[in-house]
């Protein structure tokens, strides 16, 4: 590391002259944490030095300051026209960022090193009819030119149209399904009328294929699907990835007394968690996430762009990126990036490494 030093700092100043002023803070903020890697983690590593005390703490505020924003989930909106009975992120707030203050917001996390975004809600496809987030979606694929883009997604209000429009310039469409059967499904609250849930997953896979982006489904596991077998149909969806999740309870969002929700009737167990994921072992895309591992192991941007610290089982907010820039915000965003690499955040997530058989 320290041999390479002098090669990459060159290789550094060289590409701060190439950048426009704006990008200044980013590269500096960039600086500091090359600075720490070559010339104090070895050190440290080897435990060739006593740290005093209070170097001790200033170096816990450098590690924070050095939280590199790789991998971020904005839900821009709370809306949604489903009421899934365990939902974890309500319709607190019907607010939505003008356009154009979204996109200053995401310049200023790709300046602090963001390589994917994932914009999630409430229902991304609410606001504008979806034109709202294609918008997001161009911006962020041919603008800022991000490696991976991708949304979750109910799925329901997802029209051919919005593919033809937007969809070269998106990695991975989530959708969440959390049974084949569609009775379960109005019982968790994705029911849809006249239209069947199931169905629609079929028609956005279908889509996915044709329009070149890779389709992923979101499971949450609870009290109503904990005895499902999904392994025909996910196998038949064949989808990139199929993150499972546990039912987790969030304070102010579906449990305690300012919640929407009170879903402690959906919570199952981790043993009834570890049972589903055994019946499912063979289906490879599967991606398992307990409760321990999900909590705070997402950088998770509110609707006013704050970042959303759940270390205390709710969501409290940060300042807004907007008001005091990334490296101020993310230090109060409780994330955990050793969780986050354990758990596999960190993927192959641009469609075109992917190397997909369209
Ligand atoms: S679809 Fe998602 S955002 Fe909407 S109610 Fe269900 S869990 Fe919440």
Known sequence: MRMLAPTALAGWMLSVFRQPLGSLWGSLASLLCWLKAAFWWPAAEKGQQQVPRGLEESQEAE?????????????FTRQCNYKCGFCFHTA???FVLPLEEAKRGLLLLKEAGMEKINFSGGEPFLQDRGEYLGKLVKFCKAELGLPSVSIVSNGSLIRERWFRDYGEYLDILAVSCDSFDEQVNVLIGRGQGKKNHVESLQKLHKWCKEYKVAFKINSVINRFNVEE???EHIQALNPVRWKVFQCLLIEGENCGEDALREAERFVISDEEFEEFLERHKEVSCLVPESNQKMKDSYLILDEYMRFLNCRNGRKDPSKSILDVGVEQAIK?????????????????WSKKAMKLDW
């Open 229 to 231: 077998d999904m392994r």
């Open 63 to 75: 590690e924070e300051v050095c939280t590199i924003p790789t991998s971020v989930n904005y839900h």
């Open 332 to 348: 109060f965003s409780g994330f955990d990036e050793k969780m986050f690499l354990k758990r596999g955040g960190k993927y192959v």
């Open 92 to 94: 607190k707030t019907s």
